[in-house]
């Protein structure tokens, strides 16, 4: 059994396919004059308040409202758990094992069906094999799983809890090594870049971690850098006022790269920057290329920026997020994942075969749309959540 991280994982600072239309990528120098404008967030903004001409999907800026101060400990002031931490993360972790309870139980029942016979045989096995490839854990898992078990329980039988362990451990022992907590420390502004596919969960999971971030003491500015949907200006927009963090947000259809150029002016004694940027599907070279250039002007500004490019993976679109990551990773340099929506998938199981294939980091995982549904990703827990202990 791993040694078990702290449940949040910050570090102190010093310490389907519609498409979006976004314009081909704009030749103007971004330090040119993109409008931007910082937005003070309302104190007084009512979590949720959504403006019917925005269009902004209620669903996109649910969250419990509540404050984030509740729900965030920090580790670096936190040596050992406290009651309300382990609290918090039992809480974590039956939410965890419920949102992946499609992704288990469809596991679990074909597995279970496998189980008529006293002794697992080569056929059982095979089937097995069939089984958790189908569940998208990927083939390398799989065959670990099923090799195991010829080995060390082919003689004398197994019985279906055996094999939820046996399928625990395996998985534990893929993801562990990539588990590794977002560390937002040393350099400030902190420069996160968040890309993907749309509607995978970029700006929720942005504001979530704006929410952690500001419970934490930082200092937050978000860059609105998904130009091209004005409700997602919008959604960030409430997200900032929830946790008081600073939006930088430019005109409809301003060119993404100008605006990530004024938000760094403007986090320019923040802690934390978090950009975020229109979703794109990973074969359009053109919208790819606008990605290349919003690098282009960070790097322009700070040769070691961006200090982390997140990759929202949408853990509903199964064997698709593993070109997502290659593809993203050529073009930006991606470096780690946030595999959203686990809540409510069977397809949980391709977290694993990213893991086995890629090797980025996982930073976080997130199991629902409210504010404290994002966590940093702990393997043990994913691993027997999945394989429904
Ligand atoms: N159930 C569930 N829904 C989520 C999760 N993360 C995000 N969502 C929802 O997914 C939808 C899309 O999320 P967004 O954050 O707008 O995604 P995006 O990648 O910024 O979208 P684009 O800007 O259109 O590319 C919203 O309705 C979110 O509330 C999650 O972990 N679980």
Request: charged fraction near 25%.
């Amino acid at each position: 059994m791993s040694e078990r991280r702290s449940f949040w994982g910050f570090g102190r600072r010093k310490s389907a396919e519609a498409q979006p239309e976004i314009p081909a990528p704009d030749s103007a120098a971004p330090d040119s004059t993109a409008p931007a404008s910082a937005t003070a967030p309302a104190a007084s903004a009512a979590p949720g308040t959504v403006s019917g001409d925005t269009g902004v999907r209620e669903a996109d800026v649910r969250g419990t409202g509540a404050d984030p101060a509740g729900t965030a400990v920090d580790t670096a002031t936190e040596p050992a758990p406290t009651a309300g931490a382990t609290a918090a993360k039992d809480g974590w972790f039956s939410r965890l094992r419920k949102g992946l309870g499609r992704s288990s139980n469809r596991l679990g029942d074909q597995v279970s069906g496998l189980f008529t016979k006293k002794k697992l045989d080569a056929s059982s096995l095979q089937d097995l094999e069939d089984i958790l490839i189908e569940a998208d854990l990927g083939v390398d898992t799989a065959m670990a799983i099923t090799d195991r078990l010829s080995q060390q329980r082919y003689a004398r039988g197994i019985d279906a809890d055996e094999l939820q362990e046996v399928l625990a451990d395996e998985v534990e022992k893929v993801l562990a090594p990539l588990a590794r907590p977002l560390e937002i420390t040393g350099e400030a502004p902190f420069i996160v870049l968040v890309v993907g596919v749309n509607g995978t969960g970029k700006t929720t999971t942005i504001g979530k971690i704006a929410a952690q971030q500001a419970a934490a003491g930082k200092k937050v500015v978000l860059a609105a850098g998904d130009t091209f949907r004005a409700a997602a200006v919008e959604q960030l927009k409430i997200w900032g006022e929830r946790s008081g963090c600073t939006v930088v947000a430019g005109a409809p259809k301003a060119d993404a790269a100008g605006l990530v150029y004024e938000a760094l002016d403007a986090a320019a004694d923040a802690d934390v920057l978090l950009i975020d940027t229109a979703g794109r599907l990973q074969n359009r070279a053109e919208l790819m290329a606008e990605l290349e250039k919003i690098v282009r002007v960070i790097k322009r500004r700070n040769p070691d920026a961006p200090h982390a490019v997140l990759l929202t993976l949408d853990a509903t679109t199964g064997q698709n997020a593993m070109n997502q990551v290659d593809i993203f990773g050529k073009t930006v340099g991606v470096t780690g994942l946030v595999m959203t929506k686990l809540d409510g998938t069977a397809r949980g199981g391709i977290l694993v075969a990213i893991a086995a294939k890629h090797k980025l980091p996982i930073h976080f995982i997130g199991i629902g749309e409210g504010i404290d549904d994002l966590a940093p990703f702990q393997a043990e827990d994913f691993a027997r959540a999945i394989s429904g202990l």
